[in-house]
């Protein structure tokens, strides 16, 4: 009997699944140290208004009215965050959802992840930043390599 894996149906599967994640980005030997060094990320204060943030990402159906650029503008400014740091945390985002969850939310949340990333890094870059996949950094290609291995 085959065990299907379940879509991303609320708040609680968010929790776990953005748990999991940045358990994952947090040990991170490239992304994990804006987390815990430069940010000093308590989990327990970010992981309720990252998940307010996803859950209206997916399902409209929680208040965000953070300015969720400044956070990563703050750390840029500190250690500049580059086309292969975005590019690792889509790698590991992809990833962590494809572990746990199969469906149109699913996808919808790696779709949403890439966007957002590839936002960021332009906005954090200036206009002339690689985002095309082909240059020495943004991996959206490792997110396909790891999903057509998996």
């Given at each position: 009997m085959s065990h299907t894996k379940p879509d991303i149906s609320g708040r609680d599967d968010l929790d776990l699944l953005l748990r999991r994640f940045y358990t994952a980005a947090f040990a991170d030997p490239l992304?994990?140290?804006?987390?815990t060094?430069?940010?000093?990320?308590?989990?327990?204060?970010?992981?309720?208004?990252?998940?307010?943030?996803?859950?209206?990402?997916?399902?409209?159906?929680?208040?965000?009215?953070?300015?969720?650029?400044?956070?990563?503008?703050?750390?840029?400014?500190v250690e500049p965050l580059t086309a292969a740091h975005f590019g690792r945390w889509v790698q590991l985002w992809h990833a962590t959802v494809d572990g746990l969850h199969l469906g149109p939310n699913a996808e919808r949340a790696k779709a949403q992840g890439e966007r957002i990333a590839m936002a960021?890094?332009?906005?954090?870059?200036?206009?002339?930043?690689?985002?095309?996949?082909?240059?020495?950094?943004?991996?959206?290609?490792?997110?396909?390599?790891?999903?057509?291995?998996?």
């Open positions: 992304i994990g140290p804006f987390f060094q430069i940010a000093g990320t308590d989990l327990e204060v970010h992981l309720p208004r990252i998940t307010d943030f996803w859950e209206r990402a997916l399902f409209r159906t929680a208040d965000y009215h953070r300015n969720a650029f400044a956070p990563h503008a703050a750390l840029h400014a960021l890094l332009r906005r954090l870059s200036g206009r002339d930043a690689d985002t095309s996949g082909t240059g020495p950094g943004f991996v959206p290609l490792a997110a396909v390599e790891l999903r057509a291995a998996a």
